[in-house]
């Protein structure tokens, strides 16, 4: 895929938008949504996506979108290093397949790093959805805690 790809509706991000398929959510509003990587790189791997725009990457999106994205990636990143406590974290969004980008619906990462870690850029193994259950509650209730 490259940066000129055509949107596809039926990527996994579009699914879960619609409520086609499931994920592990941490926030939605009207126009933006956050939620568990399934195959998170570390302990607390959330994904943000806009809801209502139909854009592959950060060259399509519209800037209104984006500022809302990133409005909400900031409010939970704080949320996730006051509960999880990493040592550091890492905002990411890759652009095209050579650049990384595995589903083609703009999308915002927000990576704990956690000392002796590691930086792999993709997971290999899917986390067990007990865990990802547990986690879930924790950060939700922490974002409702957090003032926004």
Known sequence: ?????????????????????PCYKLYEDDDVLAFLDLFPQSFGHTLVIPKRSAACNILDVDSEA????????????????????PD???????????????VFHIHMHIVPRYAGQGMAV???????????????????????????
């Open 66 to 85: 984006l500022c809302q994205v990133m409005r909400v990636v900031q409010q939970l990143t704080r949320a996730i290093v006051a509960e999880l406590a």
């Open 88 to 102: 550091g974290v890492q905002i990411a969004q890759f652009n095209g397949a050579p650049a990384g980008q595995t």
């Open 1 to 21: 895929m490259s940066l000129t790809t055509t949107y596809d509706a039926q990527n996994i991000f579009a699914q879960i938008i619609r409520g086609e398929a």
């Open 122 to 148: 993709h997971a290999a193994q899917k986390a067990e959805p007990a865990e990802l259950e547990r986690l879930q509650a924790r950060l939700r209730a922490r974002i409702e805690a957090e003032p926004s």
